[in-house]
């Protein structure tokens, strides 16, 4: 066990990061990271070169296991399986398959064209932006695994329930039409060398963190800025895990919101270091990436609003039970 | 040879578009490139990611940037089929 909390506290905690930049803030700037000003600077560059690295290290990995699996692979293996066993299969492949959130709608009509029930398309969807494989060993990073692998769990139950109650409501007549005259493509899977896979792997990363940069950074600034600079009454006034509506206030806030996982982390460890429920942080991370507002407004292309209220509603409830459930219980993973 | 991209307009498909362009004027072929948007045209091809690239109306890619190279070698390929 001694080595695993090893493994972990210097892989994923990077605690010898953390400590080689208390030195350089000390000796090199002089300050002293007790204090607001080398404290802020401390987080900021400790978290952000942290989350650079594993961003960049399990991308690659993750990946170099998703070119094993193609939508067309994926939709394949769905096609075998019928009931809540395919909608379980859907939530778990869409943590591993690859796919940015513009392929969402394109995907949807393919799977749907294929005869998948729109249920398993939902828990795919669903579990897609939430359970994030990356996102997920970054949680382990900041928090711990316990909390990481909750995650996880809650995510996949999450989108199998919402998938099956959707199918369960037979809400197939609410897809648009056009969405089911077309023909089904299958690309051929040109067999892939470790070469191309390892390419494809570095491709993702470079591109990745050329998208979410900005994010990272600005989360991490706020992060620090919670971190140091705002005291904990008023976090704890507005957000605290005892106020019954801290959960509402973070899901509904974050569903409008468009920002990448990665740039929420540090936001929300800067938050439960300030007695933010764990809770009300995670449902604050979930409404940002399973709900934000671009995604629901290309989905209301294929289909209609009954199906896509139902959606919303379905995956909001989800998140506000998910949230209430670990401001609760919380504590016991801590 | 009609080229179309197909996309929804984030950054992905703009890139494959501009290498596109590298690539015809590299061979120096003067072809029409259209962007397709709309979804209810992009199921027509059967595409699953975006962006897709289609030449002649047949999908050579999907899912991917590909640089400007790759496109001017497939569109060769497609040439000598023709």
């Known amino acids: 066990m001694f080595i695993l909390e090893w493994l972990n506290d210097q892989l994923l905690k990077m605690t010898w990061l953390s400590d ?32 650079f690295i594993l961003l960049s290290v399990l991308i690659f990995i993750i990946s170099y296991i998703q070119s094993f699996f193609p939508p067309e692979r994926t939709r394949k293996i769905l096609g075998h399986y019928k009931g809540i066993w395919a909608n379980l299969l859907g939530a778990l492949l869409g943590t591993i398959t690859p796919f940015c959130s513009c392929s969402s709608i394109p995907l949807f009509i393919g799977f749907t064209n294929a ?16 359970v994030d494989l990356a996102s997920v060993l970054l949680l382990a990073s900041i928090f711990n695994w316990k909390i990481a692998i909750a995650y996880v769990v809650v995510g996949v139950v999450l989108a199998v329930t919402a998938g099956t109650i959707i199918s369960k409501l037979k809400m197939e007549k609410y897809v648009e039409p056009f969405v ?49 600079w705002i005291p904990r009454d008023i976090i704890s006034a507005i957000l605290g895990a005892d106020k019954w509506y801290s959960v509402l206030l973070a899901t509904f806030a974050g569903i409008p919101m468009y920002a990448d996982i990665f740039g929420t982390l540090p936001i929300a460890e800067a938050l439960v270091g300030k007695g933010v429920g764990l809770g009300t ?42 949230g209430y459930a670990f401001n609760i219980f919380g504590s016991f993973l801590m | 040879m009609i080229i179309k991209i197909l996309g929804s307009g984030c950054k992905n498909c703009a890139a494959l578009t501009e290498n596109t362009r590298e690539a015809l004027k590299s ?46 070698q497939i569109i060769e390929k497609a040439k000598l089929t023709d």
């Open chain 1, 180 to 228: 089911f005259s077309n023909k089904v493509l299958d690309v051929e899977q040109a067999d892939l060398t470790v070469k191309d896979r390892a390419g494809f792997s570095l491709e993702q990363v470079l591109g990745i963190v050329k998208k979410v940069w900005l994010y990272v950074l600005i989360g991490v600034g706020i992060g620090a800025a919670i971190h140091n």
């Open chain 1, 20 to 51: 080689l930049i208390k030195l350089l803030v000390e000796n090199v700037f002089g300050l002293d990271i007790t204090k607001q000003l080398g404290g802020s600077i401390h987080f900021f560059l400790y978290d952000t070169i942290k989350i």
């Open chain 1, 281 to 322: 942080v995670l449902s604050f991370m979930m409404a940002v990436t399973a709900l934000s507002l671009p995604s629901i407004i290309m989905l209301k292309k294929v289909v209609k609003s009954r199906l896509l209220f139902t959606f919303v509603g379905i995956v909001t409830l989800g998140i506000l039970i998910i």
């Open chain 2, 27 to 72: 061979l120096n072929i003067d072809a029409e490139i259209v962007k397709i948007t709309d979804y209810a045209e992009m199921a027509a091809f059967g595409v699953m990611s975006t962006p897709a690239l289609v030449i002649d109306d047949k999908v050579v890619s999907a899912g991917k940037v590909l640089k400007a190279k790759e496109i001017a």
């Open chain 1, 115 to 130: 005869g998948l029930p729109i249920g398993v398309t939902f828990s795919f969807l669903i579990s897609s932006p939430l």
